[in-house]
């Protein structure tokens, strides 16, 4: 009786697995539309910063130098300690299209980051936004114009894609890559769908009016995280979200160095996630639950030898590498496909790894 139940168990939980994987076939098998009308709309790229000199100095050429005509540039020194202020203000005097947002410790909310992005939104001269993270780099020229050609018709919101930096010989990195991935494909699949629930705050597009016409961060002031995110669900609709998979205009960050920072990060991220959408919180923990179920009883029917269970089990293989390693191979990441089942199942590990540490220690938003 309870092996049948279990087996019942198994094949609905596939299915629901292969339901989720056909949903984000429309994402990976999509193309990017050509846009044909003029994508030169001035745009603000605004840049926050924290005692980031180093920073600074590597990774603002590749924002300076980029390949777009008409474009300022805002640099928020939020209350920074270092040098920060001095190479801006040394920067600003050989290249014109620099502005500088001075956030210091005498103001207001000084230590609230959304106040300081608020304080460049309302100093940028252009309508059309685009955030940036110092910490990392554009992998082309052209991110500004393919990004900013997102923009169109009733498209005022643009997610675009963040990459982890690749590093040979490191399992660590490989499963870190994988993960953020994972992300990815969820944001781009569900954006796809009209239900938006996520964007990177270093590639992350929209338009001044959607920012004011919420009042920006009001509704989430006190939590300090969800830039990107919480601002995503008060401004976005079935319709106004578009998503960039253009390879030019990936931004590339630095790899989470440890397994330590990698669960910080995702403990982080279930301090927002208890914010998105009811739906979107549904979709998500059923994706998660269903996959951690399936993998479950695998193995437990493996050890059984159950044979019947095979063809579930072929058929839930062979469309996850046909669906998951297109998608890979979209977001340039394709050496990930060689190693799928197992940082599959890492990532498995991962999530009931941080669902327990979650019920022994609640996260907090920390800033």
């Given at each position: 009786?309870?092996?049948t139940v279990l087996f019942y168990i198994f094949v609905a939980v596939t299915v629901v697995q292969v ?349």
């Open positions: 009786m309870v092996f339901i989720y994987f056909l949903c984000f076939s429309f994402f990976a098998f999509s193309k990017q539309k050509k846009i044909t009308t003029s994508t030169n709309k001035p745009v603000s790229v605004i840049i926050y910063t924290k005692n980031n000199t180093d920073e600074l100095k590597k990774n603002l050429p590749f924002i300076i130098n980029q390949n777009y005509d008409d474009f300022e540039i805002v640099l928020i020194n939020h209350a920074s300690s270092d040098n920060s202020l001095d190479f801006m203000e040394k920067v600003q005097q050989e290249n014109n299209t620099i502005k500088i947002v001075n956030v210091e410790n005498k103001e207001a909310f000084w230590g609230n980051k959304k106040y300081a992005i608020t304080l460049a939104i309302k100093a940028a001269s252009n309508n059309h936004l685009l955030f940036f993270d110092i910490n990392g780099k554009t992998v082309s020229n052209d991110w500004i114009h393919e990004m900013s050609k997102c923009f169109h018709s009733n498209k005022t919101i643009v997610i675009g894609h963040k990459k982890l930096a690749f590093k040979k010989y490191s399992f660590s990195n490989m499963f870190f890559r994988y993960a953020n991935f994972f992300t990815t494909l969820k944001m781009f699949s569900y954006a796809k769908f009209g239900s938006p629930f996520k964007a990177y705050q270093n590639n992350f597009a929209y338009t001044k009016n959607d920012f004011f016409k919420v009042n920006g961060f009001i509704n989430h002031i006190k939590i300090h995280l969800g830039e990107s995110d919480l601002l995503l669900k008060d401004i976005s609709n079935s319709i106004n979200t578009n998503i960039s998979t253009s390879y030019t205009s990936f931004v590339e960050e630095q790899s989470i160095i440890t397994l330590k920072d990698y669960f910080v990060e995702q403990r982080k991220q279930t301090v927002l996630f208890s914010h998105y959408s009811l739906r979107n919180r549904f979709l998500l923990s059923f994706f998660n639950i269903t996959k951690v179920i399936f993998y479950s009883l695998f193995i437990y029917f493996l050890i059984q030898k159950c044979l019947v269970t095979i063809p579930f089990i072929i058929c839930y293989f062979l469309i996850q590498y046909i669906i998951i390693g297109k998608a890979i191979n979209k977001l340039k990441e394709q050496n990930l496909l060689y190693f799928l089942p197992i940082l599959d199942v890492c990532y498995v590990i991962s999530l009931i790894f941080i669902f327990f540490t979650n019920r022994i220690s609640k996260p907090t938003p920390w800033k």
